[in-house]
Antibody, heavy 117, light 110 residues
Framework: EVQLVESGGNLVQPGGSLRLSCAASSFILKNYWMHWVRQTPGKGLVWVSRINPGGSITNYADSVKGRFSISRDYARNTMFLQMNSLRAEDTAIYYC??????????WGQGTMVTVSS | QSVLTQPPSASGTPGQTVTISCSGSSSNIGPNTVYWYQQLPGTAPRLLIYKNNQRPSGVPDRFSGSKSGTSASLAISGLRSDDEADYYCASWDDSLYGVGFGGGTKLTVL
């Protein structure tokens, strides 16, 4: 079954760091653009970042630029989101999603990140 | 504040047709295609419509999308109770250089 599984979400203090993982099954991650999208519980979806198949192009939402870094490990068929200098407003469910021609056709189940002292 | 504008709520009775609007601008919907996602309570979003009006396999033809200028809409015909969900529109934004989402519309089937 084609699927994405996120992990790494946790409770972290403001100013702290966390690395999220997104493991792909039954498809080759490096053939696709991949995205991170977040959702504060009870609120809407907000795009965070994307990375191209070759890993050479990355884009970020202004709200996370300079603090978050997206990357991928081809050998592990996994994508990552390194989150530094975390703020309370980064608290959200983080989803990874596959991009085929612009649309996100496969989504993971999400991993919860809580930033609180 | 979301990049695209959707009504926060919509409702209808079983069998009715409901339409959800999505308003954008010349930097997003105007030059780019629109996508719609359905999010059932407690689950991840699911692709419903891509490239303005295309349905992925498995999505019933009760769901249809359209785009005109800088706006788009999602129509759901033959409304069913299990259509109760949040619906989001999305489009690439050339100014933000990222994906813009609408704030979501909560559909209630009365």
């Amino acid at each position: 079954e084609v699927q994405l599984v996120e992990s790494g979400g946790n409770l972290v203090q403001p100013g702290g760091s966390l690395r999220l993982s997104c493991a792909a099954s039954s498809f080759i991650l490096k053939n696709y653009w991949m995205h991170w999208v977040r959702q504060t519980p009870g609120k809407g979806l907000v795009w965070v970042s994307r990375i191209n198949p070759g890993g050479s192009i990355t884009n970020y939402a202004d709200s996370v630029k300079g603090r978050f870094s997206i990357s991928r490990d081809y050998a592990r068929n996994t994508m990552f989101l390194q989150m530094n200098s975390l703020r309370a407003e980064d608290t959200a469910i983080y989803y990874c999603a596959r991009d085929v021609g612009g649309e996100h056709d496969i989504w993971g189940q999400g991993t919860m990140v809580t930033v609180s002292s | 504040q979301s990049v695209l504008t959707q009504p926060p709520s919509a409702s209808g009775t079983p069998g009715q047709t409901v339409t959800i609007s999505c308003s954008g601008s010349s930097s997003n919907i105007g030059p780019n295609t629109v996508y719609w996602y359905q999010q059932l309570p407690g689950t991840a979003p699911r692709l419903l419509i891509y490239k303005n009006n295309q349905r992925p396999s498995g999505v019933p033809d009760r769901f249809s999308g359209s785009k005109s200028g800088t706006s788009a809409s999602l129509a759901i015909s033959g409304l069913r109770s299990d259509d109760e969900a949040d619906y989001y529109c999305a489009s690439w934004d050339d100014s933000l250089y990222g994906v813009g989402f609408g704030g979501g519309t909560k559909l209630t089937v009365l």
